[in-house]
């Protein structure tokens, strides 16, 4: 099994461009979240799915948007990216208490 | 909003001393509550998770919960240089799943 996997490990774009974060688990949870990781800021959650068909918002999901594309699959969008975006992005799932993160992505807007 | 407290460090001991990892959290109605490692560039990783007041082990590993104070900590016993990471708890509340994090404690054992 290889968990949660997620695509890019790196990425760098410019103000304005548009990207998308993908997540894949392969360990049939039904709940998936999105975290973002700053220096001195801790994991904060920015959407999440508690199960195929619904998202909800986290603590910080301005300038975000998400689609639960099946049971696996768990993508972020950012549409129109700020320099105040520029992060480490973690999926995570879980099946109850227990969340599995990714490897992360690191993203940088210049 | 809910809020997790943590020292941010870093907590420095030696080979083979006990850590204390600390944190404080603001819901009283939170339910369950974890201790996650992370090495730097990696991800969070579970070390464990608690649920009921007391004391829970695992190897070297102690978890301690006092509800009335909204207080966990985390124990490593015979602390190894390995142990060097940041140490984040994280507390679910009692409705659905959803984590709050701390901002995290970062454990420097020197050999």
């Known amino acids: 099994n290889a968990g949660v996997t997620q695509t890019p490990k790196f990425q760098v774009l410019k103000t304005g461009q548009s990207m998308t974060l993908q997540c894949a688990q392969d360990?049939?949870?039904?709940?998936m979240y999105w975290y973002r990781q700053d220096p001195g800021m801790g994991l904060r959650l920015i959407y999440y799915s508690a199960s195929e068909g619904t998202t909800d918002k986290g603590e910080v999901p301005n300038g975000y948007n998400v689609s639960r594309l099946n049971k696996r699959e768990f993508s972020l969008r950012l549409e129109s990216a700020a320099p105040s975006q520029t992060s480490v992005y973690f999926c995570a799932s879980s099946e109850k208490d227990t969340q599995y993160f990714g490897p992360g992505t690191r993203l940088t807007v210049l | 909003q809910k809020e997790v407290e943590q020292n941010s460090g870093p907590l420095s001991v030696p080979e083979g001393a006990i850590a204390s990892l600390n944190c404080t959290y603001s819901d009283r109605g939170s339910q369950s509550f974890f201790w996650y490692r992370q090495y730097s560039g990696k991800s969070p990783e579970l070390i464990m998770f608690i649920y009921s007041n007391g004391d829970k082990e695992d190897g070297r590993f102690t978890a301690q919960l006092n509800k009335a104070s909204q207080y966990v900590s985390l124990l490593i016993r015979d602390s190894q240089p390995s142990d060097s990471a940041t140490y984040l708890c994280a507390v679910m509340d009692g409705g659905y799943s959803t984590l709050t994090f701390g901002k995290g404690t970062m454990l420097l054992v020197s050999p």
């Open positions: 360990m049939n949870h039904n709940s």
